[in-house]
């Protein structure tokens, strides 16, 4: 599975990186990147769920 951020929905809360640290960071744009496309660990789901403005989608 592979994550994807849509840049100009993201509002840089940095929930997706504090809930998945290895797939997510915060750029110095403000804006959540996805730094690894490994999402077997589960926490891309969470992530995913937990994103304010429904920025991530799994793919």
Known sequence: MK????????????????????VF?????????VIANDCSAGCCEDAKDSCPTGAISLK
């Open 25 to 33: 960071k915060l750029g110095e744009d403000g804006k959540a990147h």
């Open 3 to 22: 994550a994807v951020v849509d840049e100009d929905t993201c509002i840089g809360c940095g929930v997706c990186e504090s809930l998945c640290p290895d």
